[in-house]
């Protein structure tokens, strides 16, 4: 089974609107984190946003969050006021073992392109 | 604070040459990512390192690759020989033990 599942192929949203980027998880594991990623067409890969499993509330950075529903295991980032500058891919990924040291690895998504227009 | 430092970032060889991959951590990271990304598979994880030990490389798809880290401050990924099939755009990453990972700019390889 996926640990990381991101099903929308392509999402387009009007520059200034806000847009959803769904992320589903899977783990038994109680300690994780979830973190997304932006890729540009420049190619790099661009930390954004990361919520630990215990955290009470939602994470936030600037015009991102993260909408973190634990029993239905999703972490959707949330673009406010986008720009043509958030135009990219979006990778959501996870972490098992968060905050215990555990020698894990990032477990990555497929990804989702996001399209932003003017 | 400089990021992850990758080297070079354009590299284009012909099949059979030796090529080598170079990547800085940030300092004070004790872990080390290496990821090859292609269209068709994605983000894949090749190998990672704890402290200069590889940790894991369930990754590597074959012999021809290979990883070290000689020192804290560096870390190579050699592909000998090249394939065509090995063209891809390769990343390294580092982070400590409880923080977020970061990426370096990443190495676009095109095996002719």
């Known amino acids: 089974a996926q640990k990381i599942t991101q099903t929308q192929p392509g999402m387009f949203v009007q520059e200034k609107e806000a847009v959803t980027l769904d992320c589903t998880y899977d783990?038994?594991?109680?300690?994780?984190?979830l973190f997304w990623y932006k890729q540009p067409s420049s190619g790099e890969m661009i930390f954004l946003i990361y919520q630990g499993s215990y955290d009470q509330q939602n994470a936030t950075e600037g015009r991102y969050s993260l909408n973190f529903q634990k029993a239905r295991k999703s972490a959707n980032l949330v673009i406010s006021a986008s720009q043509l500058g958030d135009s990219a891919m979006y990778f959501c990924?996870?972490?098992?073992?968060w905050g215990t040291g555990a020698n894990s690895k990032l477990t990555f998504g497929k990804g989702i392109t996001l399209s932003v227009r003017p | 604070d400089a990021g992850v430092i990758q080297s070079p970032r354009h590299e284009v060889t012909e099949m059979g040459q030796e090529v080598t991959l170079r990547c800085k951590p940030i300092s004070g990271h004790d872990y080390l990512f290496w990821y090859r990304q292609t269209m068709m598979r994605g983000l894949e994880l090749l190998i990672y390192?704890?402290?200069?030990?590889?940790?894991?490389d369930s990754g590597m798809p074959e012999d021809r690759f290979s990883a070290k880290m000689p020192n804290a401050s560096f870390s190579t990924l050699k592909i000998q020989p090249s394939e065509p099939r090995d063209s891809a755009v390769y990343f390294c990453a580092s982070r400590t033990r409880e923080d977020t990972q970061y990426f370096g700019p990443g190495t676009r390889l095109t095996v002719l």
């Open positions: 390192f704890n402290n200069n030990v590889p940790i894991d």
């Open positions: 990924a996870m972490r098992e073992g």
């Open positions: 783990t038994s594991d109680p300690s994780y984190g």
